[in-house]
């Protein structure tokens, strides 16, 4: 990999992450390979830290928080958002003075740098790196032109955009108070799609079809709507019976669901409802219709006549 097209002091004096996982382990093996230098790795006991020196490909294993994370300008806390506080806390009680001319980042999407405050009131300069992007774990992804959310302190910010363009990302800044919603719809966008999926291939299966056949063609139909949305635009790539307005259809698609776990026709009804209000032209009469729906036996419906 060829070194940070952004070199400076900060860069050239390193780095420490505070977490071992999946984000952690491919930053800091991305930065590495880019001429970063690791310096503490800190996980929860020296056999999880050692590994993660190990995936990184540098650092110094250590499994307990201490001053010697600050002998580093940059402190990136990768850790689950719950673990954040006590992370925090932890540095603030080796910190002082150790904390001015320092820069502490943490990598969630949903949390602000307000999370960090105690660490500023020590002199740190403070803010949050997130990138848009799913770490499986097995191999570190490519995160050039990936978008990396940031915010926080003029000094953090800065080097957040050094980290991201470092790794050959692009720069979004976001309001501190926005994250948790900027947070949720990459949710919709990620995990919640997958969760969609995974349902629509168990009924492909309860029907008979091979698990990895019902998969494959259920990904070849999902891929098509995405390519068809970022090439002609989400309302033309929109199809199926409620785009058309064919209420029975959908009608017959809930009494079908009703064999399937609750769970199932609750996230058919919201997704409909949803593509209504973000598609439709006329979202409240394919709303109401959608109400008539949920409320009629499927016998007694007649065509609405809505307009998508």
């Known amino acids: 990999m060829p070194p940070t097209r952004y070199p400076n002091t900060v860069t050239g004096h390193g780095i420490s992450i505070i977490g071992g996982g999946r984000l952690g382990r491919s930053l800091g093996r991305s930065l590495r390979e ?3 230098k690791i310096h503490s ?3 929860r006991s020296q056999a999880t830290a050692r590994r993660a020196v190990r995936s990184i490909g540098g650092g110094h294993a250590r499994a307990t928080i201490s001053n010697d994370v600050f002998l ?18 932890e540095l603030a009680a080796v910190a002082e003075p150790d904390a001015r001319n320092r820069f502490v980042l943490h990598t969630s999407g949903a949390l602000c740098s307000g999370v960090l405050a105690p660490l500023r009131g020590l002199g740190a300069s403070v803010g949050s790196v997130h990138p848009l992007q799913s770490f499986s774990g097995v191999s ?5 032109g990936r978008v990396f959310t940031i915010e926080g302190d003029t000094g953090a910010v800065r080097v957040s955009r050094s980290l991201a363009r470092a790794l050959g990302g692009q720069i979004v800044l976001v309001d501190s108070t926005d994250k948790p919603l900027y947070h949720a719809a990459a949710s919709m966008a990620a995990s ?3 969760a969609e999926v995974e349902a629509a291939v168990q009924i492909f299966a309860s029907l008979g079809m091979k698990r990895r056949e019902a998969l494959r063609a259920l990904l070849l139909l999902t891929r098509q709507v995405l390519e068809n949305q970022q090439r002609l635009g989400s309302r033309a790539a929109w199809t199926g019976p409620l785009a058309r307005g064919d209420f029975r259809v959908i009608a017959e698609h809930e009494k079908a669901l009703h064999s399937c776990p609750a769970e199932y026709l609750a996230a058919y009804r919201a997704m409909n409802r949803l593509s209504a209000r973000v598609l439709a032209r006329n979202p409240e009469s394919m709303l109401a219709a959608l109400d008539d729906i949920s409320h009629e036996p499927a016998h007694s419906l007649r065509a609405k006549g809505v307009s998508a």
């Open 34 to 36: 880019r001429g970063w």
């Open 192 to 194: 919640q799609v997958l």
């Open 72 to 89: 580093a300008p940059i402190i990136l806390i990768s850790v689950p958002d719950s673990a954040i506080p006590d992370v925090v806390q």
């Open 41 to 43: 790795v800190v996980t």
């Open 140 to 144: 570190a992804p490519s995160l050039e």
